[in-house]
């Protein structure tokens, strides 16, 4: 038995860097969530109490013909109970939730077409097929865990209608973007962003999309640390 716990108690993920980040990361990120160490349950109430101050007067103004992406949703619940809110579920918005993996057994309303579970890494998704989004959200998902920052944020950029909105709840300085200058957090980084308005403090942001082409500077992770959320470094690529 001394033995056994010795193995689990073992540090098998420390400070990682180079090639072998990739393949190890999602590795440890599967493991997290079959062991339900994720946040799988948020509902909306919590969504309108962790994101930014104008997430909930963003969601009442969506229309049936609009489009909200939850990434790192989990059971969808926060998109469920948005979508119940209406007497009848076509006068709801569209609705996707990105979940990294899905119990088998999880089997959630369709409302007749509204709402879509898409499992799976939201950076190999092919998002060019999904309808434009006006409204996107984060709460410790696919932000707080990619190995892939420059893949997801670009992806989830071109993904959104000029105008739209992406809705960000992180541990702020968990993510440390280098430059040659300084250290930047997630919230800096965003900010130096052609196209981009941000709005709110300490990982809790509103970025509104103000053009059609936004580009991210390119990113290489060059360290790793496993955590909940993990902390990660990211440099610049020149």
């Not at 109430?45 to 949703?73: C, I, N």
């Not at 007749?112 to 060019?128: M, V, W």
């Not at 997801?152 to 280098?178: C, P, W």
Request: one cysteine or more; aromatic letters at 12%.
């Amino acid at each position: 038995m001394i033995f056994v716990f010795a193995i689990i108690a073992a540090p098998a993920w420390g400070n990682v860097t180079c090639s072998s980040v990739f393949e190890e990361a999602t590795w440890v990120i599967t493991t997290r969530v079959e062991k339900n160490k994720f946040a799988t349950s948020r509902d909306l109430w919590e969504y309108k109490y962790m994101l930014h101050k104008d997430f909930s007067e963003s969601l009442s103004r969506l229309t049936p013909s609009q489009h909200w992406v939850d990434l790192g949703a989990g059971k969808a619940n926060a998109q469920i109970d948005y979508i119940k809110s209406f007497s009848n579920s076509s006068s709801a918005a569209s609705a996707t939730a990105v979940a990294f993996k899905l119990d088998r057994w999880f089997s959630p309303p369709k409302f007749d077409g509204k709402l879509q579970i898409r499992e799976g890494a939201f950076e190999s998704q092919n998002t060019s097929q999904w309808k434009k989004a006006d409204l996107v959200t984060d709460v410790f998902g696919v932000v707080s865990y990619t190995h892939d920052l420059h893949t997801s944020l670009q992806k989830t950029f071109d993904l959104m209608n000029v105008g739209g909105e992406f809705y960000i709840h992180a541990t702020n300085f968990a993510t440390s973007i280098r430059t040659p200058e300084k250290n930047l957090t997630i919230t800096d980084f965003l900010e130096s962003i052609e196209g981009l308005k941000v709005e709110g403090r300490f990982g809790t942001i509103k970025v509104t999309k103000l053009k059609e082409n936004v580009q991210i500077p390119r990113l290489r992770l060059i360290k790793f640390k496993d955590d909940a959320p993990p902390s990660r470094s990211f440099e610049l690529i020149p």
